[in-house]
């Protein structure tokens, strides 16, 4: 490093605004290894606690982004937009989005993450796929692209790779809570896609990574000046995750679900938040003039099959098993599935999708550690919402588990993550901001 590790630290420590030459210089370090752990660690809680002005923001963005390769797509023609969600519990809108928007003549290149606690990951939804290949190289990723439409890869080393050490020292370090490192972090991954446009989904609520409605708008705002101070064009909805997304949550039954709604049996809740996010992508894609001209081409699409298309095209192209379009028993199933039953009469009181999600990590459809191995077939599919009406006997939900116990267990915990009330609780608005 050009400058001394400890006198930039202290720099940020004592409240002090970094350089972008200085900031750039950090990064460096955090690649090739110059900047030691301690100094790592130190850096960010000096971050964390300091904060960073707008402009560090995204002079940090920047030089993580270009910690790596940037991938570019000379021979796609269309608009590029991602979309990127901060996670959720039930959240499969990637899964759905991505081939509609398609549909309307964007192109969107989504390099997407695993999941880890609760918030599944749309890569391991993919991996449910039978022979499903997220390990793209960037030049079959662009290839995948440009014949279809969008692409769909998992992170490789080569994209961002600062962002690597530098979360996981945020996740050892007790410094994940940064507005200025989760912008940058969100960031840095999707500009090296080679995108001309993102649409972020900034969710809310008990199973979110902001809880709290104010930090997630302050999260929202950062990741719009950033983006656009980085040269892209932004757009954000602020959605809520105080109630999980659609019905089913693990992998496999998150995907079955999407692969009905692609048919057009789709959960209210996740048609709403698809289209809302699809139309800010086309949006800002400039492929139509105004929301409801976009959102009615989008129904179009939906509805008449051409997204189910473009599915199919790209589950070829990325080696998928075409046969779940037809059938989803090809998908898998877990051995045991076990229906909970309302113990009273009245209303659903609530659904928490914190807990929910916590119950699919614990029968083994998610990770505690990043080393975990999912199971991609157990999980819970809700029969009911929050404010449906109740009868005792109703079955509320179904557990899929690997064993008796395991259901049994997770069926107890279901119940009690799902109260029954005297008095009909409305769900919170989904769309709760838009930014744009
Ligand atoms: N997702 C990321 O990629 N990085 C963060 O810091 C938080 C969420």
New binding site residues.
Partial sequence: MQHHPARLIAKKRDGHELTTAEIQDLIGGVVDGSLGDAQLGAFLMAVCCIGMSPQETAALTLAMRDSGRVLQHPRVARPKIDKHS??GVGDKVSLLLAPLVAAAGVAVPMVS?RGLGHTGGTIDKLAALPGYRTDLSPERFGEVLEACGYAMMAPSGELAPA?RRM?AT?DISGT?ESIP??TS??LA?KLAEGIDGLVMDVKCGRAA?MVDRDDAFALMDSLCAVGRAAGIRMAALLTDMDHPLGLALGNSLEVAEVLAALEGQCPDDLRDVTLALGTEMLLLAGVCADAETAMANLQRLWRDGVARQVFRHNLELQGGDPRVLDDANALGRAPCVVAVEAQGTGFVADVDPLRLGQIVVDLGGGRRQPSDRIDPHVGIVLKHVLGDPVRTGDVLAFVHARTRTDAEAAAARVLAAMPIGEERRKRRPLVQQRMA
């Fill in positions: 901060t996670g993450g962002d979360y945020r994940v490192l989760i972090s969100i991954k990574f």
